[in-house]
């Protein structure tokens, strides 16, 4: 059954690896960067500092900062402990992939998928009675893990366990988040 299910994730990485074209890679190259996102996140917490109390925006702010490194260590951890190779250094995978990047850590599972749904899933709750249109901030997490599928970097299961990890690391920000602003309100 599990040998199954790994052989799977081999042949949908393959197939969606295979969708991408050539010319496209600088493009994606951009998308895989974090660095390049930092401008859409600065704007979310512009907004939440408008919207809210000095007091609150900082407590707001400073959770989803935290989020990005209890994610990344979290994520770092883990791959450790289970050291599953990447596809595009995977022997077995790697001739059949489009290789742009290669990194040499480990795979199990996306640090991208992970901090970038963590972090999106916390800020759409938070903002999502004073901003209707948060909902589309989800289209960075998606671009963001799509790149990694594009890369080879990841199997389809590295990056929805970090989809699923992410959500509930957002989910638990916020409802920590939430309670201490509450905590403000009353007092």
């Known amino acids: 059954m599990l040998d199954d299910l790994l052989a799977y994730d081999k042949e949908l990485l393959i197939y969606l690896n295979n969708l991408g074209e050539t010319q496209f890679d600088t493009f994606w190259v951009y998308i895989t960067s974090f660095i390049y996102w930092v401008p859409l996140l600065v704007f979310i917490f512009y907004k939440v500092y408008k919207k809210f109390t000095k007091l609150e925006a900082k407590y ?14 979290f994520v770092e951890i883990i791959k450790i402990g289970i050291e599953r190779i990447r596809p595009c250094n995977d022997p077995t995978v790697a001739p059949f992939l489009n290789i742009v990047i290669k990194p040499t850590n480990y795979s199990f599972f996306s640090g991208h998928a992970t901090v970038s749904f963590a972090l999106t899933t916390y800020l759409v709750l938070v903002l999502r009675k004073i901003l209707p249109l948060i909902h589309l901030l989800y289209i960075w997490p998606i671009l963001f893990i799509y790149s990694r599928l594009y890369f080879g970097v990841h199997y389809p299961s590295d990056i929805l366990t970090g989809m699923i990890i992410g959500i509930l690391i957002g989910i638990a920000f916020h409802r920590i988040c939430n309670a201490r602003i509450v905590k403000l309100r009353i007092y």
């Open 60 to 73: 707001i702010i400073g959770y989803g900062l935290f989020i990005l490194f209890v994610s990344l260590f």
